[in-house]
């Protein structure tokens, strides 16, 4: 037991494989002395570099999940060079129940870092990922998806950073992990997300976006998972097996102004777009529809720029603000690696 309301069972200076639990304190009428077990591993084994590979920030976001939890049961540690920590259920309770966001406290904690919501669970484990876990790492690959409410197209990403030597870095690990889609964002992100509080403690941020809709995606599950045997292959970590050696041709993307359509009132969504589609600026997007108003006209949604469609809202009824569509630019590896020359 320890005196901080947030604790492991798990030694990260030992060697060899763990298997344990960050127990987070919570104290409810049905359980007095309860706590929210989130699973987390440690493989340790000599010199070399530290990776934290975590999933389940978003509850509903199941490729990244089985994939680390699959890498648990199968890795040996004795082929590891450095460490390895592994959350496959980051926001367990959100994990538990399938829900994007934390049961206990609406917590997102993908939207918790940086002590932005310190005295809930959500901001408690937030705050240990980063405080206890990204402190001693070089690099950090969080998986994501679409979630319940949207699909998106399977890509890598990385937050490159302002620093150039981060970013070279950064974005050689990227193209190490060789998805079909990479998608590189200069700069550091703003808000309190994961990635902003990787680059403070000094270790690379690299993620990615697998599937979504609610549904476990079997492509998706693949690309994530060649996604992070290649990168602690990259990383001199673990030498990646056959399967995952091949190359795969790879397209470069980034955001682009213009790149969300919000519903711009309630009503049922009907795509004209699919997902992976090249739209154009002002081009017919969909519709919303008002059943319940039958001799209304459509709203007729467009697109304010062109693009790829990454992200397409996976749910019919829609209200004023949700997210329909995500459109991203493509790059040239060249720009990138001109973008990074220039930063300092
Ligand atoms: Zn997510």
């Excluded at 591993?41 to 990776?51: E, M, S």
Aim: with cysteine; proline share 5%; hydrophobic share 45%.
């Amino acid at each position: 037991m320890s005196l901080s309301s947030i604790w492991t069972n798990v030694d990260l200076d030992a060697p060899g494989r763990q298997v344990g639990l960050i127990r987070l304190e919570h104290s409810v009428h049905r359980s007095a002395y309860g706590t929210i077990p989130i699973p987390v591993a440690v493989f340790a084994n000599g010199r070399g570099p530290t990776l934290l590979l975590m999933a389940g920030s978003h509850g509903d976001e199941y490729e990244g999940q089985l994939a680390l939890a699959r890498l648990i049961r199968d890795i040996d540690v004795e082929r590891v060079r450095g460490r390895i920590l592994v959350l496959p259920a980051a926001n367990q309770p959100a994990v538990a129940a399938g829900l994007r966001t934390s049961p206990l406290d609406a917590g997102n904690l993908n939207r918790s870092f940086g002590g932005s919501h310190a005295d809930t669970p959500t901001g408690r484990i937030a705050a240990f990922i980063a405080d206890e876990l990204m402190v001693h790492c070089d690099a950090v690959l969080d998986l994501h998806s679409g979630g319940s409410s949207l699909n998106h197209l399977s890509c890598s990403y990385a937050d490159l950073g302002t620093d150039k030597a981060m970013a070279q870095r950064t974005f050689a690990a990227l193209e190490a992990m060789n998805a079909p889609l990479s998608w590189a964002q200069i700069g550091c992100p703003n808000g309190p997300v994961a990635g902003r509080a990787a680059l403070q403690k000094g270790a690379m941020y690299l993620s990615g976006e697998f599937g979504g809709g609610g549904r476990l995606d079997h492509e998706a599950l693949e690309v994530a998972e060649r996604c992070v045997y290649r990168l602690l292959n990259h990383l001199g970590i673990l030498a990646m097996e056959a399967r995952w050696r091949a190359e795969v041709p790879t397209r470069f993307v980034f955001n682009v102004q213009g790149d969300f359509v919000y519903a711009p009132s309630d009503g049922v969504f009907e795509p004209l777009a699919g997902l992976a589609d090249t739209v154009e600026s002002g081009q017919l997007a969909g519709y919303l529809h008002l059943p319940e108003c039958p001799m209304e006209a459509p709203v007729e949604l467009r697109f304010a720029n062109g693009g790829t469609v990454s992200v397409l809202r996976t749910m019919g009824r829609s209200r004023a603000g949700d997210c329909l569509f995500q459109l991203l630019g493509e790059t040239k590896r060249d720009e990138i690696l001109a973008a990074i020359e220039t930063m300092a």
